[in-house]
């Protein structure tokens, strides 16, 4: 983000990263990163699945949503808006493009999946009596619907669209903390 002419975070969603001259380097995170989630996804599913007789087969599941959204993200680009990349008319876009639509809607599926997977997760915390992450899952998940909301209710607002990278951060943040919890304490 620092390093894109123009980009600026306040005003342009991170998925825009992924136009221009160096638009590789958002398609490769968004690539990566989304295997990265179908890999933590399977993991988690081998040591909470069925098979490992905790029953929690909803966390994986939807980690794997959000790790497919991820990667459909990749392929699928966001469209150019409001300046960025340079040349592109200020302001919001006058039409979407086909793969910015399925990228609209694939993201929005997997932001759906994260949300659900920190409440998911937070519940089976607290039954855990891991009070800590179920406070960690429940704040991360409301906060990101909170700031995910707020982009589309208040279109344009510089401190809405940095409150959602913040809580995009948060969010994935959180995600790599429980792959990296799970996998040192498999047993909770």
Request: glycine residues 12%; proline residues 6%; positive net charge.
């Amino acid at each position: 983000m620092l390093t894109r002419s123009g980009f600026d975070i306040s005003r342009h969603p991170a998925s825009i990263l992924s136009n221009g001259d160096q638009g590789w380097i958002q398609i490769g995170n968004f690539l990566a990163s989304g295997l990265l989630f179908v890999a933590c996804a399977i993991g988690l599913h081998r040591v909470l699945g069925p098979a490992s007789g905790r029953g929690g087969t909803w966390g994986p599941r939807l980690i794997g949503i959000l790790g497919a959204g991820m990667t459909a993200a990749a392929v699928f680009s966001a469209d150019p808006v409001d300046g960025f990349p340079p040349g592109t008319p200020v302001g919001p876009p006058t039409s979407v493009s086909w793969h910015g639509l399925v990228h609209v809607l694939v993201a929005g599926v997997a932001f759906i999946a994260l949300i659900a997977a920190c409440f998911v997760f937070a519940r089976r915390f607290g039954a855990a009596r891991r009070y800590g992450w179920a406070a960690f899952g429940r704040v991360t998940g409301a906060l990101f619907l909170a700031t995910w909301i707020s982009i589309f209710a208040l279109p344009g607002a510089r401190p809405a669209n940095v409150a959602f990278a913040i809580a995009i951060a948060l969010a994935l943040t959180w995600t790599s903390l429980l792959a990296v919890h799970h996998l040192t304490r498999p047993d909770e």
